[in-house]
């Protein structure tokens, strides 16, 4: 729970002020997409932009999480046979 919490609350600041930032110069009446104008009212822009950016900060928090781990986190052994019959063979 507590790398969720990592993970979601910085990128949902992130995304808020990316919103701002971005829709501060775009528009949402003229975007396009796929060659075609965007026809969803303009809160449904925001809110879509809103989540696409978070999604976004969330997956980059996530890879620091998962690029952040220790060693004995990265090897650890989930089944204790297996990791017997590991030691038993490198003794």
Sequence with gaps: MKRLIWILWPSFVVAGVAEAL???LID?????LLGEPVDFSRMTVYSLGFF???AICAASSMFTCFIQR???EVNICMVASTCKSRV????
Excluded: H, I, V
């Design 28 to 32: 949402p009446q003229e975007l396009y």
């Design 88 to 91: 038993g063979r490198n003794s």
């Design 70 to 72: 220790r060693p004995d």
């Design 52 to 54: 696409g950016f978070w």
């Design 22 to 24: 971005f829709f501060t």
